[in-house]
């Protein structure tokens, strides 16, 4: 099986690259360093920064980019447009609102989540109903939908944060995206959830595939699409408000990750859902590294690498597709 | 035997009466074509004998079952539905397409069995479709698509196969291909079939049974001679006509 072989290789991808993430960063922990403290010795500086810091950061970014690109692969075939993300669509904007709203007001880390989960679900339903309003079942207005709605929220979020900065890291961090604030606190709290939201979309991937077919078509296969529609919603929410709420808004994962891997794998969800779980954490401990590195000892927001790799890819998407109109 | 009873069905959407007591019986392995102007309500009527639509009163029974008292899944492995319209997917090929059709036979964590690729493989080649199945969905032509997803319908292994205009954008080559391979079906496997069709001299030609709907009701129903004549034509599509018979078929103009 090829696809197994192709499988296999990703895996041992993401251990190399993580290992070589566990290395970089504005402390260089050398690799001696890394497989004396796995023995249970080494320094001990080395040892507080690869445990208590570097570890959980890179757990978080592989999940977060497992996460994002699942759900991005869902909300694309489910909306039936290939630009769909939780990033465009305003999903993660909503969560980011909803995280920074319950942080000023103090209410906690698992608070913050479930705000986050409730401002997310808020906000896919606003969009998709907004999309639907006049002759809206085009890709555009949908898309339109989601970038208004996103705007708004942003603006609200700059807002909140203007009137309460004490409390809030900065607009940076929001609107960038940052993985420099995960400790295991955070990895607890919001990777159980992300991974649970992942695999219960996973759960539904047959389904997805006749959805994509149209709606009357995957009822007719004996698809209960509505019930099949609030799940992926609700999951999608879910896993986004996770990691929205620890590490701010990572945006293009969702979009590029699905379309990549559907280039080599193609279009089977049961094969590129976890395909593209794979490459998505791949790419984010990859972009994770690079923004540790690239202007050591400060750090570029991870956002804004992801959005120098999506931007692009965006417009390319939009170039090359036929359904977008 | 009637594959198909309808009795006494009423359907309504929201403030607007569409069909109104309609009564059918339809024998299995017989292949029907439902006529009539624009929005009689054609397609709501299918929709009604799939389940997927909840008729106000009256009932549906597929093979003495009453339809809405079966599951999603159990109706799907007895009825096959081809809607107007399909997305042109994914990328998906013709294969995984037809391969959809299995759906309603997989538990939530099976992928599919040698039974069901064999009746995927079987489906394919009773439609002439087989040496299509790694082209992309997307990128063959609308007589083969319409192919492509009767093969789909067949691979829910059917009793019932039910089509919302299955010709409607093809050019008369495919139409013909379309409509007489739904007739071999219903002949060689005994699959009762009905289709929403346009053109009356190709129904005329192909289907045994003509039902003629005219504002959700039925005006006529039986054989192309009986349902096909200058004054119910006149009556539901309000234009004259000559009804030419030549070899004892019905052929308006």
């Known amino acids: 099986m090829k696809k197994t072989a192709a499988f296999a290789l990703l895996v041992i991808l993401l251990i190399i690259l993580t290992a070589a993430a566990l290395v970089v960063g504005s402390v260089k ?19 507080r920064v690869l445990l208590g ?25 489910l909306l039936g447009n290939p630009l769909a993300d939780p990033y ?118 047959k389904e997805l595939n006749a959805i994509i077919m149209g709606r009357e078509t995957a009822e007719h296969l004996g698809v209960n699409t509505q019930r099949v529609f609030g799940i992926i919603l609700a999951c999608g929410s879910l896993v986004t408000a996770a990691a929205v709420a620890v590490s701010g808004i990572v945006g293009f ?12 794998v193609g279009p089977d969800n049961r094969v590129l859902v ?39 890819f965006f417009l390319y998407i939009l170039r090359t597709s036929k359904t977008i109109k | 035997m009637e594959a198909v009873k309808i009795s006494g069905l009423c359907f309504d959407y929201p403030g607007k009466p569409v069909l109104r007591d309609i009564n059918l019986a339809l024998t299995a392995g017989s292949f029907t074509a439902v006529l009539g102007p624009n929005g009689c309500g054609k397609t709501t009527l299918l929709k009604n004998i799939s389940g997927y639509l909840k008729p106000v009163s009256g009932q549906v029974t597929v093979l003495g079952t009453p339809i809405q008292k079966l599951t999603q899944k159990e109706r799907a492995k007895m009825i096959g539905y081809i809607p107007q319209n399909t997305s042109p997917g994914f990328g998906f090929t013709c294969l995984d397409v037809v391969g959809m059709g299995r759906l309603p036979y997989l538990g939530r964590f099976q992928w599919e069995t040698r039974e069901d690729r064999a009746a995927v493989k079987e489906a394919m080649e009773l439609t002439g479709t087989w040496d299509l199945r790694d082209r992309l969905f997307g990128h063959i032509s609308g007589g083969e698509m319409q192919r492509v997803l009767i093969a789909r319908a067949l691979a829910q292994q059917p009793k019932v196969l039910l089509m919302d205009e299955p010709v409607s954008h093809l050019d008369i080559r495919y139409q013909v291909e379309i409509v007489s391979l739904v007739k071999r079906l219903c002949d060689q496997m005994g699959i009762t079939a009905v289709a929403v069709l346009h053109d009356i001299n190709l129904a005329s030609r192909y289907c045994g049974e003509m039902v003629l709907v005219k504002e959700g009701r039925v005006v006529s129903i039986g054989n192309a001679p009986e349902v096909i004549t200058g004054e119910n034509i006149k009556n539901v599509f309000d234009i004259e006509v000559d009804i030419i018979m030549p070899h004892r078929l019905v052929i308006p103009h």
């Open chain 1, 274 to 312: 976890p395909f593209s779980a794979l490459t998505g954490a791949i790419f984010l401990v990859f972009a994770d590294a690079l923004s540790r590195t690239l202007i050591q000892p400060a750090e570029i927001p991870i956002g804004i690498i992801t959005a120098l790799f999506g931007g692009p």
């Open chain 1, 88 to 205: 465009i669509l305003g999903i993660s904007s909503g969560a980011a609102l909803g995280a920074a709203v319950s942080i000023v007001l103090g209410l906690g880390m698992l608070g913050t989540q479930a705000m986050a989960f409730a401002a997310a679900l808020a906000t896919i339903y606003l969009v998709v109903s907004l999309s639907r309003i006049g002759h809206g079942t085009g890709g555009a207005t949908l898309l339109l939908s989601g970038i208004a709605v996103s705007t708004f929220l942003s603006a609200i979020l700059s807002f909140v944060m203007l009137r309460s900065h004490q409390k809030l890291s900065g607009i940076v961090f929001w609107m960038m995206g940052d993985f420099s604030l995960i400790s295991w606190n955070e990895v607890i709290v919001s990777s159980p959830a992300i991974i649970v939201g992942t695999l219960l979309m996973y759960l539904y991937s």
């Open chain 1, 29 to 47: 922990i050398p690799l001696e360093e890394i497989i004396s403290i796995a023995r249970g010795g080494g320094d001990a500086t080395y040892r």
């Open chain 1, 253 to 264: 994962v969702g979009l590029m990750v699905p379309h990549i891997t559907r280039m080599f």
């Open chain 1, 53 to 77: 810091i570097r570890i959980p950061r890179i757990i978080q970014a592989a999940v977060t980019g497992m996460g994002l690109s699942v759900s991005g692969a869902f909300l694309q075939g």
